[in-house]
């Protein structure tokens, strides 16, 4: 089984700053892409970020020059830097995995970490 375990939310003020992790752990040989989705309640879960097996990332308009996503490769890990957050960044991030790869050639597919609250007072 694969899991992803987020850590790093909280509360912080508007104009603040808080660095998302996420860590995949289980028998995983790689990972095309991995990605941080955001949701708030009665709306759809959306794009925040992603970052593909090259370092190539993508970001949500909203958070462009705010946001930054990376990869530490060798531990399957995936960080978000928010800085400037604003109170319409408050939701639960989700980190996700596509296109998982277990060892002995076994396609695992997608995974979804349990999420993590981010709260940005105002």
């Known amino acids: 089984q694969v899991q992803l375990v987020e850590s790093g939310g909280g509360l912080v003020q508007a104009g603040g700053s808080l660095r998302l992790s996420c860590a995949a752990s289980?028998?995983?040989?790689?990972?095309?892409?991995m990605a941080w989705y955001r949701q708030v309640p009665g709306k759809q879960r959306g794009l925040v970020a992603s970052i593909t097996s090259d370092g190539t990332p993508n970001y949500a308009d909203s958070v462009k020059g705010r946001f930054t996503i990376s990869r530490d490769y060798t531990k399957k890990a995936m960080h978000l830097q928010m800085n400037s957050l604003k109170p319409e960044d408050a939701a639960v991030y989700y980190c996700?995995?596509?296109?998982?790869?277990?060892?002995?050639?076994?396609?695992?597919?997608?995974?979804w970490g349990q999420g993590t609250q981010i709260t940005v007072s105002s």
């Open positions: 996700k995995a596509d296109d998982i790869w277990l060892y002995g050639g076994i396609y695992y597919g997608s995974s």
């Open positions: 289980g028998s995983i040989f790689s990972i095309n892409t």
